[in-house]
């Protein structure tokens, strides 16, 4: 029996006694015996048993050493696997040289419409293709009509032939517009520049974050703030690429120590002593 207890057996039939005999309430005998209400539930729930001793508080289970080293090791271990987890989605990557990986994605974009009050549709929703460069982040972009295996093989033909660098991996989602066989235009597109393909695992998009990051970028920076005002879809894409131009020559990145693609691009080939 602990020696703290206030309740010896005595105490406890004496406690139940009384409940029985309807002298207390659970809240009287509480007041009477300094215990708390539970405590005299308790006492009386065990006394219907005929039960009176002192029972160990005490879970010798828990206060083992080998219980609780155990059980320490086995938290410590969920944590670190749900934290390398974490880390991984979290964790920044760059490629070493440009060209070395480009990121590609597409977004489709809403109709252009008529400046008025009746807002007539002046074309159908465009798609905007993006790639970018993982070292350098050099940004290509335009916008077709459609996200075929057809638009994405002339987007990639184009910007493959104006990028400068040798694109040497092409990153992206698993869409049909860049997955297939060496039947798939896309593919055979890549295959004729000797362009490699990689895709993001199924459900991971945040592998492909550069392509998606850059979408969202463009869209904050570009696109929402001028769509109202495009009349026709020579003067949308005119104005798209001066915002390319911009990002490319202009717009200063965190993520490559507040340099522009171009001056990464210049940097590293300074570096290389490729004068290409």
């Known amino acids: 029996m602990h020696k703290n207890t206030k309740l010896t057996p005595t105490l406890r039939r004496e406690v139940y ?10 809240r009287k005998l509480a007041i009477n015996y ?3 209400k539970n405590v005299i539930s308790k006492v009386i729930l065990r006394g219907r048993l005929g039960d009176f001793s002192v029972h160990d508080s005490k879970n010798h289970r828990f206060r083992s050493l080998e219980f609780g ?3 320490l090791s086995y938290v410590e271990n969920k944590l670190s696997i749900k934290l390398e987890k974490r880390n991984k989605r979290k964790r920044r990557y760059e490629k070493a040289i440009p060209g070395e990986m480009v990121h590609g994605d597409t977004k489709r974009l809403s109709p252009l419409y008529e400046i008025g009050k009746f807002r007539k549709v002046i074309a159908k929703a465009p798609v905007l293709f993006v790639s970018i460069d993982d070292h350098s982040r050099w940004l290509q972009a335009d916008l077709l009509p459609d996200r075929t295996m057809w638009s994405s093989s002339m987007f990639l033909e184009v910007s493959a032939l104006r990028a400068p660098f040798k694109t040497e991996c092409h990153y992206s989602d698993n869409g049909g517009e860049y997955k297939g066989n060496s039947s798939h235009a896309f593919v055979a597109t890549c295959l004729k520049f000797g362009i490699e393909q990689r895709f993001t695992k199924p459900k991971h998009p945040w592998t492909n974050g550069k392509a998606e990051r850059v979408i969202q970028t463009i869209l904050n920076e570009w696109y929402r703030p001028n769509k109202d005002r495009f009349q026709s879809m020579l003067e949308m894409k005119q104005s798209l690429y001066e915002y390319v131009d911009f990002y490319n020559h202009d717009r200063k990145h965190q993520g490559i120590n507040n340099l ?3 001056q990464r691009l210049a940097q590293f080939y300074a570096n290389s002593g490729d004068n290409a």
Not at 17 to 26: A, H, L
């Open 17 to 26: 006694q009384q409940w029985e005999k309807g002298q207390y309430s659970f």
């Open 34 to 36: 300094h215990v708390d």
């Open 69 to 71: 080293l155990k059980r």
């Open 260 to 262: 522009t693609p171009f």
